[in-house]
């Protein structure tokens, strides 16, 4: 997907959604996404698949260079934790245009971990999952 992806600059939506990526999955994709801040991705779902708290380093270096595009982020039912938001809370303050954040908490005091780990504003835009 790394090879096609920069041959599609009209790209707005890229849905990743259970692929089965791991950590080097995402490493790989958020490593290309941060190359390309030209690209004009609206819209990325990695929902489902085996995420885990360190592969939110690779994605919170990736988001900043689409802080004026990202509309929606799905980064539910993945095998992130509070840790996991918190590595990448300070990207998604930048993302001036988001209007929708799916993220994975199953209990209240998570989700009371996760809001104060993101931005207050934030806040109305999460979708829980269970």
Do not use: W
């Not at 259970?18 to 390309?36: D, T």
């Amino acid at each position: 997907i790394t090879e096609v992806l920069p041959q599609l600059p009209r790209l707005a939506a890229l849905n990743l959604s259970s692929n089965g990526f791991h950590r080097a999955g995402v490493k790989s994709v958020c490593a290309m996404l941060a190359k390309m801040p030209e690209q004009n991705i609206q819209s990325l779902n990695l929902a489902g698949n085996e995420i885990d708290d360190y592969a939110m380093k690779y994605l919170a270096e990736a988001l900043p260079e689409h802080s004026q595009q990202l509309r929606a982020l799905n980064i539910g039912r993945t095998s992130i934790t509070q840790q996991g938001v918190r590595t990448v809370a300070p990207a998604l303050q930048q993302l001036t245009e988001l209007e929708s954040l799916e993220l994975k908490y199953p209990g209240l005091e998570e989700m009371k971990e996760v809001r104060k780990a993101i931005p207050e504003a934030l806040h109305p835009m999460l979708h829980r999952h269970q």
